[in-house]
T-cell receptor, first 113, second 109 residues
Framework: EAQVTQNPRYLITVTGKKLTVTCSQN?????MSWYRQDPGLGLRQIYY???????DKGDVPEGYKVSRKEKRNFPLILESPSPNQTSLYFC????????????FGQGTRLTVV | GQSLEQPSEVTAVEGAVVQINCTYQ??????LSWYQQHDGGAPTFLSY????GLEETGRFSSFLSRSDSYGYLLLQELQMKDSASYFC??????????FGTGTRLLVSP
């Protein structure tokens, strides 16, 4: 089954404790991206990657890091989480020439206390 | 800056037709997508319009007018399962997809 898998689905952590949210896709997609979703603000892009070792900032990259060492994986790293990063996070992937049709993971609800 | 405007909420009854509008102001424009998201779920792709006109996919249709910077999603023969949030998204180029704030559709019996 074609899918984008995120882990964990839920996470509560404390301010400053580094964490990683994993994302993996099995569709051989070149393009992957991370979004955060907050009430009233819709989905905002954090980082994206056009292929292995090629990443770039989205609209809200501050406080986040990503890496793309393998085509299928695109982890999101919060080096020092803060409460304003409490949000619902989605990973998405798509074929390079058709990023308008994105496949989303099930989301990770992160709470930073 | 980028701005996509949608109504925050729309209500309708089963069997009815509903239209969800999206107006946009973006630095670039290559096309307009629509996504559906049920509570607690992931956004799922519905449609994409790169050219002016109406695209039909079953009960859902999507329309685009590039000259008016405007599009809409039309849902016909509404069913309870259509209750969800609907997002428009503009592909602005430079590998960027910018989303609107979403419209919550409530379908009642």
């Amino acid at each position: 089954e074609a899918q984008v898998t995120q882990n964990p689905r839920y996470l509560i952590t404390v301010t400053g404790k580094k964490l990683t949210v994993t994302c993996s896709q099995n569709m051989n997609h070149e393009y992957m991206s991370w979004y955060r979703q907050d009430p009233g603000l819709g989905l905002r892009q954090i980082y994206y990657s056009m292929n292995v070792e090629v990443t770039d900032k989205g609209d809200v990259p501050e406080g986040y890091k990503v890496s793309r060492k393998e085509k299928r994986n695109f982890p999101l790293i919060l080096e020092s989480p803060s409460p304003n990063q409490t949000s619902l996070y989605f990973c998405a992937s798509s074929v390079q020439g058709s990023i308008t049709e994105a496949f989303f993971g099930q989301g990770t609800r992160l709470t930073v206390v | 800056g980028q701005s996509l405007e949608q109504p925050s909420e729309v209500t309708a009854v089963e069997g009815a037709v509903v239209q969800i509008n999206c107006t946009y102001q973006t630095s670039g424009f290559y096309g307009l997508s629509w996504y559906q998201q049920h509570d607690g779920g992931a956004p799922t792709f519905l449609s994409y319009n790169a050219l002016d006109g109406l695209e039909e996919t079953g009960r859902f249709s999507s329309f685009l007018s590039r000259s008016d910077s405007y599009g809409y999603l039309l849902l016909q023969e509404l069913q309870m399962k259509d209750s969800a949030s609907y997002f428009c998204a503009v592909y602005t180029g430079f590998q960027k997809l910018v989303f609107g704030t979403g419209t919550r559709l409530l379908v009642s019996p």
